[in-house]
C-alpha cells in the first residue's frame, strides 16, 4: 500500500488523471450533442455532423486531433467547434483540481478513501459539466440525467466520507423545495414564468452530494457570476430592439449552478469557515 500512496502523490499520477479527464470529455461531447435529442450515447460510434463520416480512432485523440486537423473534418473540410476541445481541456483542468485536492500531495486520509473521493468527485463534476451545457444549448435539464443523478450520487458519496448522509438527505430536499418555492412564487404571485423546475433537481443533485450547508453558497456564487456574466451582454446589446427582446430570454441558470457547485468543491471549507465563525 506504501508504494500505491507514493506513487499517488507524483507527477505521473496527476498526469494520468488529465489524460483520464481528456478521454472522458471527449465522450461528455457525445453525450452534450445526443442526449437532448433522445439519441443513443454509445451507438452510432462518433461522426462528423457535415458529411456524417465515422470518426476514426486517431482522430478521435483529445484536443491533439483537433489540433493536428487544424479544428476541420478529415474527409469534408467541415469546421469543427472549438467548443469540443474546450470541453475535453475543462474536464480535465477539473480532473487535475480534484486529483490534486483530495488525492496528491496535499491530501491527506487513507488511499482507499483518498481514491474514492476522487471517483465520486470527478463523477459528480462530470454530471455537472454535461448539465451545463446541455442548459447552455437547449434551456432544459432532462430528467433522464438529473433524476438518477440525485439517486446514485447520493448513495456513491457515502465512498467519500466527508458531508454526514443526513445533511446530504436534507440537501436533496431542501434544493429541491427551495426553487419549488420561488417558481411558485413566480407563477401564483408574479403570474410568470420563474425558475424551471429543473434547476431544482440540479440543486437536489448538489445537496445529494455537498450536503444542505452548501446550498446557499452555490445559490450565492451563481447569482454573482450570472449577474457579472449577463451585464456585460446586456449592456453590449445597443440595439433597443435587440435588448429588449434579450430580456425575455431565459437564461440559462444550470451552468451558473454548476460553477458555484464546483467553487463549493474545491474552496467551500474555507467559504463556510468565513461565514461562521469557529467555537
Ligand atoms: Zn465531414
Redesign the pocket.
Known amino acids: 500500500m506504501d508504494a500505491i500512496a507514493d506513487f499517488l502523490s507524483t507527477p505521473w499520477a496527476l498526469a494520468c488523471a488529465v489524460g483520464l479527464g481528456g478521454i472522458w470529455g471527449s465522450f461528455f461531447n457525445v453525450v452534450i450533442a445526443r442526449v437532448p435529442r433522445g439519441e443513443s450515447i454509445v451507438r452510432p460510434p462518433s461522426r ?6 465515422p470518426v476514426r480512432a486517431w482522430d478521435n485523440i483529445p484536443v491533439l486531433s483537433y489540433l493536428l486537423l487544424r479544428g476541420r ?6 469546421h469543427i467547434s472549438v467548443r469540443y476541445p474546450l470541453v475535453e481541456i475543462l474536464t480535465a483542468a477539473i480532473a487535475a483540481g480534484i486529483y490534486w485536492k483530495f488525492v496528491g500531495a496535499d491530501a491527506s486520509g487513507p488511499v482507499a478513501i483518498r481514491l474514492g473521493r476522487f471517483a465520486v468527485y470527478f463523477t459528480f463534476a462530470s454530471v455537472l459539466i454535461v448539465l451545463g451545457f446541455i442548459d447552455l444549448d437547449t434551456k432544459r435539464l432532462p430528467d433522464a440525467i438529473t433524476l438518477p443523478g440525485i439517486v446514485i450520487l447520493f448513495f456513491a458519496t457515502f465512498a467519500a466520507h466527508d458531508a454526514p448522509w443526513t445533511e446530504r438527505l436534507i440537501g436533496v430536499a431542501a434544493g429541491y423545495l427551495f426553487v419549488r418555492l420561488i417558481a411558485d412564487f413566480y407563477y401564483y404571485v408574479l403570474k410568470r414564468e420563474g425558475m424551471g423546475l429543473g434547476d431544482g433537481k440540479l440543486l437536489a443533485l448538489m445537496g445529494a452530494v455537498l450536503g444542505w450547508k452548501s446550498l446557499p453558497v452555490v445559490v450565492f456564487v451563481a447569482s454573482v457570476v450570472g449577474t457579472a456574466v449577463s451585464i456585460p451582454i446586456l449592456l453590449a446589446t445597443r440595439d433597443r430592439a435587440a435588448a429588449k427582446s434579450l430580456r425575455h430570454v431565459e437564461v440559462p441558470f444550470g451552468p451558473f449552478l454548476a460553477v458555484g457547485a464546483l467553487v463549493y468543491l474545491f474552496v467551500g471549507d474555507q467559504i463556510l469557515a468565513l461565514v461562521i465563525p469557529a467555537g
Do not use: I, Y
Open positions: 462528423c455532423m457535415s458529411c456524417q463520416a473534418c478529415r474527409r469534408c473540410g467541415a
